[in-house]
């Protein structure tokens, strides 16, 4: 079991108190949503939880079964899914897939990845022979998806990651974070799509200041 607590978290970008006094625990085996307007902070919430940022004041811990995960200990276990995050461009999807596997320290065999892109229903052709900034929008989500799904992390942090995605792509993210949740991870997601709102098991609204 492991968690991610907020504990009395405050933090500033300059004059904006975006968070005060924040408290929140989130638990491994269910999907927690953090929702908000355009610019409430979703994402800053995000980057606390994987101790990205630090807050100014107050504390964000992550512990399992009782005892505190240091920062590096913990961020081997996350795996992270936002739009700031991009493909490179001049290297195919497959090509994408095996050098953020690689940098994991991960290998897979031809029929793992061809499993994947199964997964995340990418034809094999589109993830061999164009490059990734030759792919739609919607289909480079599905290749950060795949890495997303390879890597099997505990925890998974997802900034919009049904953003760009068509139904079929919105019903493969739900079902794997779904599935994820059920498996004992721990899934914290941002959004502003009240019907994935709707699917959480926990939900907190921001602002909160
Ligand atoms: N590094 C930073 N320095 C200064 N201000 C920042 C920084 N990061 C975020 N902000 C500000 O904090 C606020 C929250 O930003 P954040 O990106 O967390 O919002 P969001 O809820 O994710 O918005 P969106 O729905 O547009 O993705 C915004 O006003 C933003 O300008
Ligand atoms: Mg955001």
């Known amino acids: 079991m492991m968690t991610i607590s907020f504990d009395s978290v405050g933090l500033s970008f300059g004059a904006q108190r975006l968070f005060d006094s924040l408290h929140a625990t989130l638990p491994s085996g269910q999907i927690t949503v953090v929702t908000g307007q355009n610019g409430s902070g979703k994402s800053t919430f995000l980057q606390l939880a994987a101790k990205f940022i630090a807050p100014d004041t107050g504390k964000v811990v992550a512990a399992e079964d009782g005892s505190i995960?240091?920062?590096?200990?913990?961020?081997?276990?996350?795996?992270?899914?936002?739009?700031?995050?991009?493909?490179?461009?001049?290297?195919?999807?497959?090509?994408?897939?095996?050098?953020?596997?690689?940098?994991?320290?991960?290998?897979?065999?031809?029929?793992?990845?061809?499993?994947?892109?199964?997964?995340?229903?990418?034809?094999?052709?589109?993830?061999?022979?164009?490059?990734?900034?030759?792919?739609?929008?919607?289909?480079?989500?599905?290749?950060?998806?795949?890495?997303?799904?390879?890597?099997?992390?505990?925890?998974?942090?997802?900034?919009?990651?049904?953003?760009?995605?068509?139904?079929?792509?919105?019903?493969?993210?739900?079902?794997?974070?779904?599935?994820?949740?059920?498996?004992?991870r721990l899934i914290l997601w941002a959004t502003n799509d009240p019907r994935e709102e709707a699917a959480a098991d926990a939900v907190i609204h921001l602002p909160w200041n």
């Not at 994991?104 to 990734?132: F, N, Y």
């Not at 929008?137 to 068509?166: F, H, S, Y």
């Open 69 to 184: 995960l240091q920062k590096d200990a913990f961020r081997s276990r996350l795996a992270m899914v936002t739009p700031e995050w991009n493909l490179y461009a001049r290297l195919t999807a497959e090509e994408n897939l095996r050098f953020f596997l690689g940098l994991r320290g991960m290998e897979l065999s031809a029929e793992e990845i061809r499993v994947l892109w199964e997964r995340v229903e990418l034809k094999w052709e589109d993830t061999r022979i164009p490059l990734a900034g030759k792919l739609s929008t919607g289909m480079r989500q599905r290749v950060k998806l795949a890495v997303l799904l390879a890597v099997e992390a505990d925890v998974w942090i997802l900034d919009e990651p049904c953003a760009n995605l068509d139904a079929s792509g919105w019903e493969i993210v739900l079902r794997a974070a779904r599935q994820a949740a059920s498996e004992g």
